[in-house]
Nanobody, 116 residues
């Protein structure tokens, strides 16, 4: 059974940091491009970051410099380090696993709220 389980969300003050993790099971983790997406209330789901099996990363320009994605192929886990958080970063964050040869997978989502 495939599972992507996100951890690490919660409430943080503006300017603070959070580290999300996504533990994968039931997939050959090392062959997947892993990613983080987010969806704020009333908005479409948007890309936050991706990391390929080889470690190449991609971010939208608006998040470069504040967010960092990384992966541990031994622990089958992908991380998202979020710094200098802003209220507009408030959203449900989703873990994603994508491979050309396998069905795309999503985690259940985890809430991140940035508020004073």
């Amino acid at each position: 059974q495939v599972q992507l389980v996100e951890l690490g969300g919660g409430l943080v003050q503006p300017g603070g940091s959070l580290r999300l993790s996504c533990a994968a099971s039931g997939i050959i983790f090392s062959i997947y491009t892993m990613g983080w997406y987010r969806q704020a209330p009333g908005k479409q789901r948007e890309l936050v970051a991706t990391i390929t099996s080889g470690g190449s990363t991609n971010y939208p320009d608006s998040l470069k410099g504040r967010f960092t994605i990384s992966r541990d192929n031994v622990r089958n886990t992908v991380y998202l380090q979020m710094n200098s958080l802003k209220p507009e970063d408030t959203a449900v964050y989703y873990c994603n696993a994508k491979s050309a040869l396998r069905p795309e997978r999503w985690g259940q989502g985890i809430q991140v709220t940035v508020s004073s």
